[in-house]
């Protein structure tokens, strides 16, 4: 049994905590952080955001050799899928990348627990190591960041054989024929482009009446469109009820989501992504007197719950469930701690889509400014007028502006494109200015570059576009 006294303990080693735990190391803190997984990372590194994007680099390229190659003249045979290779190096990537994250502990003279964290009264964390041992420790401040789990769904019980949830989508041993996805959120998109670009025959089963619920609607309409077109289909306004599994693969049991007749839907491979919810589990609240929400979520005012000297960041408190999100929530809550003036303006937390093409937004949708109230002006362009979107062979999509017609001041950009992940950031920095349309507009942007679209989409505010 090893005793120690620290500033401040993180439990949860995600983008939340470990974040959380180089600021403390930064701005002089006692640290320590404790992790239960075996590898710091929390759900992006290990399976989530990393091991994603790996999936959909590779298999986007796969895709590329297989259809778009010889239309520039490049001549390769058939592309031949070495699945366990690719799974190999998604995973060479994650550990890289967690090993990464403990260097960064080190550097900033964080202690690292490897066991579960239980709170056990006012300043106190036992420490159950994955080792067998236990640790006591006694701190000033708690900070909670255990994140968040797949919600699941009654009636589909996830085997991660048949029916996985995002983490069993993650490494499946083969290809599916058929893949059935339950839910049009983003994390379902991007793993349903995975397994289609191998070879899955993909439908999306919804029950809302649109996909990508929080994306601007013209943009999710564009997006749908694009997704059909690569072979995606969509059964939106259904809910899935019931699922058997068998020899033959997986029973899906449909019904219109307003009530009806119910109809069955075949698949080898069910993945259940429905949303995520907030992780609490042997926690130990109730000793220091915080209680969750009705979805589990614990309710924070500046990151401080309701027992002094505890605090909670990341996906376990309310708004996105974004790593970046997670990382602004430690970054203030630590200065907070320290004395300083920590703040996050969750207006400015931009989303990605990692799909070909990308979809990324910022701010307010439009159906948001309307619901405002705010008399607003739009400035749009498309790809298929940009330069080097035309050469590249990537013109599908458009950038969007939304701006307060009286002040010009941006209050959301929306775009669909290539690499237009990358592009929002531009957006998020002229937003936290609180720029206007005409700042961005007159602002010398590459050539050529797909950045030029946010510039000619930013002049169609005050219609001037010039190059369509
Ligand atoms: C498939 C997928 C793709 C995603 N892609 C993206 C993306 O592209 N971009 C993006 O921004 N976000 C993405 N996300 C979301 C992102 O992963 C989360 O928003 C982010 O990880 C939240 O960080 P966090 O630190 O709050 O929690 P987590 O990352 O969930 O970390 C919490 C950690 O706490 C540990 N823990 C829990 N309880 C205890 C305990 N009592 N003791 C010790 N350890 C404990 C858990 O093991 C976990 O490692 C994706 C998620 C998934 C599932």
Request: proline residues 4%; charged residues 20%; glycine residues 12%.
């Amino acid at each position: 049994m090893a005793d120690d006294n620290f500033d401040v303990v993180i439990i949860g080693g995600g983008p939340g905590g470990y974040n959380a735990a180089v600021r403390a190391g930064q701005l002089g803190l006692k640290a320590a952080i404790v992790e239960s997984r075996g590898t710091l990372g929390g759900t992006c590194l290990n399976v989530g955001c990393m091991p994603s994007k790996a999936l959909l680099h590779a298999s986007e390229l796969f895709e590329a050799a297989g259809h778009e190659f010889s239309t520039i003249g490049i001549e390769v045979p058939a592309p031949k899928l070495n699945l366990v290779q690719m799974m190999k190096a998604k995973q060479d990537s994650v550990t890289a990348l967690t090993k990464g994250v403990e260097f960064l502990m080190k550097k900033n003279k964080v202690t690292y627990y490897a066991g579960f964290g239980k709170i056990a009264g006012a300043g106190k964390v036992v420490v159950t190591g994955n080792d067998g041992t236990t640790s006591n420790l006694t701190t000033k401040n708690i900070v909670i960041a255990t994140g968040s789990e797949p919600t699941p769904l009654p009636g589909v019980d996830v085997d991660q054989k048949q029916i996985v949830d995002s983490t069993g989508a993650l490494s499946l041993p083969a290809v599916p024929k058929s893949l059935v996805v339950v839910g049009a959120g983003i994390i379902g998109l991007e793993l349903g482009s995975v397994w289609r670009r191998l070879g899955a025959q993909v439908t999306v089963v919804e029950f809302l009446d649109r996909i990508t619920p929080g994306m601007d609607t013209e943009v999710a309409t564009a997006f749908q469109k694009t997704l059909t077109k690569q072979g995606f289909s969509f059964k939106l306004g259904t809910k899935v009820t019931a699922a058997k599994t068998g020899a033959k693969g997986v029973e899906l049991t449909l019904e219109p989501a307003a009530g009806g007749a119910q109809e069955k839907l075949n698949a080898d491979v069910v993945l259940v992504a429905i949303g995520r919810r907030p992780f609490t589990q042997g926690l130990g609240l109730e000793t220091v007197g915080v209680e969750t929400d009705k979805r589990g979520f614990i309710p924070t005012n500046h990151f401080k719950t309701s027992a002094p000297g505890v605090w909670a960041i990341g996906d376990v408190i309310l708004g996105p469930m974004l790593a970046h999100k997670a990382e602004e929530d430690a970054v203030a809550c630590i200065e907070l701690i320290a004395g300083k003036a920590g703040h996050v303006d969750y207006n400015l937390v931009p989303s990605v889509v990692y799909t070909s093409p990308e979809v990324s937004w910022v701010g307010q949708t439009e159906d948001q400014v309307k619901a405002s109230g705010v008399a607003y002006k739009t400035g749009k362009f498309p790809f298929t007028a940009n330069s080097r979107a035309k050469i590249n062979h990537e013109t599908d999509g458009f950038v969007k502006f939304i701006a307060d017609a009286k002040t010009d001041k941006v209050l959301g950009v929306h775009m669909m494109g290539p690499q237009v992940g990358e592009m929002i950031g531009e957006a998020c920095v002229l937003m936290a200015f609180s720029g206007a349309s005409e700042d961005l507009a007159r602002i010398c942007h590459p050539h050529p570059t797909r950045s030029e679209a946010v510039r000619q989409a930013a002049m169609g505010v005050e219609n001037w576009t010039m190059q369509m």
